[in-house]
């Protein structure tokens, strides 16, 4: 019913940018809330950032705040992570992840748990080297 690609992800030095992507094929993209994910190598996957299904709220785990940014594009059916000032320790696979629009008001909690999405990309791996 949902299907998400991700795309822009690479190489880059510690301090570099990224841009990554997430393009939605569904009906009406609008209807969703989205979220990105990361996983490293022996790790369990975490929350990196969400947005809600307008851009409303966006939500951020402390590990990026201040520089990765969350964005959507609902006409484009897009939605993106800015990465600056990237740091070997965000060396993983990250995943774009989706769900229904919550009919009452989102939470961080809910918007940062891996179970609330049922969506999920195939994930792109984004490397920085030191």
């Known amino acids: 019913q949902v299907q998400l690609v991700e795309s822009g992800g690479g190489l880059v030095q510690a301090g570099g940018s990224l841009r990554l992507s997430c393009a939605a094929s569904?009906?009406?993209?609008?209807?969703?809330?989205m979220g990105w994910f990361r996983q490293a190598p022996g790790k369990e996957r975490e929350f990196v950032a969400g947005?809600?299904?307008?851009?409303?709220?966006?939500y951020y785990a402390d590990s990026v705040k201040g520089r990765f940014t969350i964005s959507r594009d609902n006409a484009k059916k897009a939605m993106y992570l800015q990465m600056n000032s990237l740091k070997p320790e965000d060396t993983a696979v990250y995943y774009c992840?989706?769900?229904?629009?919550?009919?009452?008001?989102?939470?961080?909690?809910?918007?940062?748990?891996?179970?609330?999405?049922?969506?999920w990309g195939q994930g792109t791996q984004v490397t920085v080297s030191s």
């Open positions: 947005i809600t299904w307008s851009g409303g709220a966006t």
């Open positions: 569904v009906r009406t993209f609008s209807n969703l809330d």
């Open positions: 992840a989706a769900h229904w629009r919550y009919s009452n008001s989102a939470s961080y909690s809910r918007v940062s748990s891996v179970s609330e999405y049922p969506y």
